[in-house]
Nanobody, 127 residues
């Protein structure tokens, strides 16, 4: 049973930084792709970034490029999202997700492609 537990959300001023974490357990994740998504009130869940567990290849949404960095610590079974230069429009609940892709498939932005989800952590950016 895959479990994903996010932490590290909070309140930060615009221009500040925050790092959210996702502790993963219950499986061997070597073939997995891990993703971060976010959802603001009244909006659809949107892709932020993804990383392959084994090779560390990354993929970012345009809104995250240059400001956010996804990484993983294999020894700690933890995925991170470092967020810099935060803007009020980054305010959302941030969700960690995981997928076990078939051969030839990997980093994808569609939420429906991820079968495992955490409970979310709130990030609020004040102006």
């Amino acid at each position: 049973q895959v479990q994903l537990v996010e932490s590290g959300g909070g309140l930060v001023q615009a221009g500040g930084s925050l790092r959210v974490s996702c502790a993963a357990s219950g499986r061997t994740f070597s073939r997995f792709v891990m993703g971060w998504f976010r959802q603001a009130p009244g909006k659809e869940r949107e892709f932020v970034a993804a990383i392959t567990w084994s090779g560390g290849s990354t993929y970012y949404a345009d809104s995250a490029k240059g400001r956010f960095t996804i990484s993983r610590d294999i020894a700690k079974n933890t995925v991170y999202l470092q967020m810099n230069s935060l803007k009020p429009e980054d305010t959302a609940a941030y969700y960690c997700a995981a997928r076990n892709p078939p051969p030839g498939s990997g980093l994808i932005p569609a939420p429906g492609g991820y079968g495992y989800w955490g409970q979310g952590t709130q990030v609020t950016v004040s102006s």
